[in-house]
């Protein structure tokens, strides 16, 4: 069956740092990929996706591309703020409408 | 266009006591689907719903039932509510069409504590 593996966090940054969260996934055929943004108290939200190999996922200054060869949609970004602290969960959809989450990946920035 | 939106936000059960949660959307999103946070395990599906009048099981079903009368509404109820149901639920929809390249859209979460 499919599989969504996330790194553990807590993730701790300073502002204006470079962040990276893993995400590798294990599907049949082509499914599509995304990260989702859940903030304290709110349910989730997308954050960006990718629906076939070497697509880039961009919004909000995050970036994740869609890598077939290593199975994996990293999400980055450049600086991170405050206001990111948040919980990211990445996901996929094979084409079953039943999607596939990681267990999420809380990220703390401190100023 | 209000989105995903859940009935209750808070509640506190004894238990033994029964409830229901609403879900409703305005985006005429066939699929919809019950969720359950706790931490430490991410997201486990409840139920879910293919299209009006029909309704399956996801991951966690025990102790839940559902129902979907209506397009836009998928109702998940507590017959009996254990100290076990504590967490927070989400609910979410999905419109139909290109194979899984849509995303979901979730309400805010009910927050439920059975005591």
């Known amino acids: 069956g ?8 807590p993730v701790t940054l300073s502002e204006e740092a470079f962040l990276t969260i893993n995400c590798t996934y294990t599907a049949t055929g082509y499914p599509s990929l995304f990260w989702y943004v ?3 108290g709110e349910g989730l939200q997308l954050l960006l996706k990718a629906t076939k190999a070497d697509d880039k996922g961009s919004n909000k200054g995050f970036e994740a591309t869609y890598r077939k ?17 948040a919980v990211y969960f990445c996901a996929l959809s094979g084409g079953s409408y039943i999607p596939t989450f990681g267990r999420g990946t809380s990220l703390i920035v401190h100023p | ?20 949660l609403l879900c409703a959307q305005d985006m005429n ?6 969720y359950r946070q706790d931490p430490g395990m991410g997201l486990r599906l409840i139920h879910y719903s293919v299209g009006e009048g029909t309704t399956a099981k996801g991951e966690v079903p025990d102790g839940y039932n559902v129902s979907r009368l ?5 109702l998940l109820g507590l017959e009996s509510a254990a100290p076990s149901q504590t967490s927070v639920y989400f609910c979410a929809s ?8 849509y995303e979901q859209y979730f309400g805010p979460g009910t927050r439920l504590t059975v005591t």
């Open chain 2, 29 to 34: 999103h066939e699929y919809m689907y019950w």
């Open chain 1, 2 to 9: 499919n599989s969504v593996t996330q790194m553990e966090g």
């Open chain 1, 69 to 85: 060869e290593t199975t994996s949609f990293h999400l980055e970004k450049g600086s991170v703020q405050v206001s990111d602290s």
């Open chain 2, 94 to 101: 999905l419109p139909l069409g290109q194979g899984g390249t």
């Open chain 2, 70 to 74: 209506k397009k836009q509404n998928f």
């Open chain 2, 1 to 20: 266009n209000a989105g995903v939106t859940q009935t209750p936000k808070f509640r506190v059960l004894k238990t033994g006591q029964s409830m229901t």
């Open chain 1, 38 to 40: 859940q903030y304290p």
